[in-house]
């Protein structure tokens, strides 16, 4: 007889995700993560050249990183969304992504990471700020924290944290990206996908160990919290013509902003959490120098789209950083006034200018720098679509679009030693992301079409393998060995307290340790120098004639000097070669990494 009765529900009728679709995209995810760990310790360092790891990563890598774009992509497809899963497929691809460097040569990347190791080392030994002795003790809260952590965990060597602080510093930026991104989108598959191409595009590479990342850690929380539980109006909408205006136009241009999702909390709670914003800030101030100046834009962009009612925070953002500048650092105010205010306004000089210098060096270098620029053009195209789109659609967009562009107020300040415009970058990028991310989906709440999870993953390998060119084109200078530690280390034991050192072109992974224990100099910095003249003998002999000294040339150094043309291409061995045999010169070690020469001269001459 046959059965009338309703049919029992299934995971199709019920518009769930069957439990073996999650464990296959989660073990697919992991096997990229194998896979992918595993090319990159077939890597040859030595092999890596001028256009950095692109060149010798092998094919294995980019199966690797297929596998976790399409399985992020196909877990952000499925009907039902499952955190965990995207979760794990985030970290999957912050690892292959972020963690090339680290893995491949198992040392700190960029010779900053040894400055600032040595600096908190420094304050933890000798208890005190010398303000006079670097501008990084200025602003010392960055480095008192590392040294506290350093004290209280016993692991007095930080080469293991610098080493891993990429990816360590990209998983903590997770939860505040992603609250963020909630906030500013309408769909949660907006929201992670717009995570997800932020770590894809996020080249820049200032997630090593120091101030900046930190800053920019404490900026996306502070952001995420106010978005998450201050958002709305600062001020009465009807009070004056002005707030009238204002909200109309708002209002006209983007109906959610003053209601996109915010969080009803006790009073009690939001007075801490204001306190908590408000040490953020001081946070910042106490730890870099360009950071805290970025908030202000951002802040008073949130405010004038209704979508921060704490109208006192942008003052407070205002004080803190000013403040700071006029008292706690002011010996460093004294000492580069005229540096810092001679380019005030040039918005040339700090835009075009600042760029173009960039634009030099050999020609992998210059094929590095196009792609950088490259893929800036294209995530900036892709957010100002999206603001159209998002007009377009009625979806949220204005307060993405007013934090995106915000920073960009900074440029008529200073070129900031020609980082300027990559800060910015990676300051707007958060929020230029969740623009990024309308064009190329629906706002449909349920998974993505065949279509547009094809447009998705399409764009998404783009950026990531333009993202390995940008972020990694000068490996060959800005990663280390352990021939070359070998060097600095014989250095240290070698020269006496107080000795004058020198590098010979600034790219050396030292100061770590005995940071104010020597004099340190430098014949050239590693920067484009247009027609460079070839390195003299006389202009380190000329600063070691009083006392001696000792010359450091390491295998970085050369590289550096190549790419960036700071010489003439195969100057510094024909500098070693000369100056070896030059009279006072002698050579007290050498390596594959690198020689050390110690110079005579008046009170220590024969």
């Not at 202000?296 to 000013?322: C, D, E, N, S, W």
């Not at 195969?570 to 010169?585: K, M, V």
Request: hydrophobic residues 50%.
């Amino acid at each position: 007889m046959q059965s009338t009765g309703a049919k029992p529900p299934t995971h199709r009728n019920l518009g769930l995700t069957p439990t073996w679709h999650v464990g296959a995209l989660a073990a697919t995810a992991a096997a990229a993560l194998v896979l992918g760990v595993w090319s990159m310790t077939q890597v040859d360092p030595h092999r890596i050249g001028g256009a950095g790891l692109i060149e010798v990563l092998p094919p294995a890598y980019f199966v690797a990183l297929a596998l976790s774009l399409a399985g992020f992509v196909a877990s952000l497809s499925l009907r039902r969304l499952v955190p965990a899963l995207l979760t794990w497929q985030l970290l999957v691809t912050v690892v292959i992504l972020a963690g090339a460097d680290t893995i491949i040569h198992g040392l700190p990347r960029l010779e900053a990471s040894y400055r600032h190791m040595g600096i908190a080392d420094n304050i933890a030994q000798s208890g005190q700020l010398n303000p006079a002795l670097d501008a990084y003790f200025n602003w010392p809260g960055f480095f008192n924290l590392l040294g506290m952590l350093s004290g209280a965990t016993g692991a007095k060597d930080l080469m293991g944290i610098a080493t891993w602080a990429p990816v360590g510093i990209n998983i903590l930026m997770l939860a505040p990206l992603l609250a963020l991104a909630r906030r500013l989108t309408a769909n949660p598959r907006h929201a992670w996908a717009a995570v997800w191409i932020f770590y894809l595009s996020s080249w820049i590479g200032q997630d090593y160990l120091s101030p900046q990342a930190y800053s920019f850690l404490l900026l996306l929380t502070l952001v995420a919290c106010l978005l998450s539980v201050f958002g709305g109006w600062a001020w009465p909408t009807e009070r004056t013509r002005f707030t009238r205006g204002l909200a109309r136009t708002v209002s006209k241009l983007d109906g959610a902003v003053p209601r996109q999702g915010v969080m009803e909390l006790p009073r009690g709670d939001t007075a801490v959490l204001v306190v908590v914003c408000a040490l953020i800030l001081l946070a910042m101030t106490a730890s870099h120098q360009l950071s805290p100046f970025a908030v202000i834009p951002i802040l008073g962009a949130l405010l004038l789209t209704g979508r921060l009612r704490l109208r006192f925070l942008p003052v407070v953002a205002v004080i803190l950083p000013v403040g700071w500048l006029l008292f706690a650092a002011s010996t460093f105010l004294q000492g580069h006034f005229g540096q810092m205010f001679s380019s005030l306004g040039d918005i040339g000089a700090n835009s075009v200018g600042a760029l173009t210098t960039r634009v030099s060096g050999s020609d992998a270098h210059v094929f590095v720098v196009y792609t950088r620029m490259a893929e800036v053009a294209l995530v900036w195209i892709l957010a100002a679509v999206g603001a159209f789109v998002g007009y377009r659609r009625k979806a949220p967009w204005l307060a993405a679009a007013a934090g995106a562009v915000a920073p960009l107020v900074l440029i008529p300040l200073q070129p900031y030693g020609g980082e300027l415009l990559l800060r910015l970058y990676l300051f707007s990028l958060p929020f230029a992301v969740c623009l990024a991310v309308l064009p190329l989906m629906s706002d449909k709440t349920a998974g993505l079409s065949l279509r547009r999870a094809l447009g998705l993953l399409l764009m998404g390998a783009v950026l990531a393998t333009a993202t390995v060119v940008s972020r990694y084109g000068n490996d060959a200078m800005e990663s280390f060995n352990d021939d070359e530690i070998a060097v600095v280390n014989r250095l240290y034991s070698t020269a006496p307290t107080g000795a004058v050192l020198i590098e010979a072109v600034r790219n050396t992974p030292w100061r770590f340790q005995h940071y104010a224990d020597y004099d340190y100099r430098a014949l050239v910095a590693a920067e484009p120098i247009p027609n460079a003249p070839p390195l003299s003998c006389d202009a380190a002999t000329q600063i070691a004639r009083k006392a001696g000294a000792y010359l450091i040339i390491t295998e970085s150094q050369q590289e550096a000097a190549e790419l960036r043309g700071s010489t003439p291409a195969g100057d510094l061995q024909r500098f070693i070669a000369t100056c070896a045999s030059s009279p006072g010169w002698t050579k007290v070690y050498e390596n594959a990494g690198g020689v050390i020469f110690h110079i005579e001269g008046v009170s220590n001459g024969k």
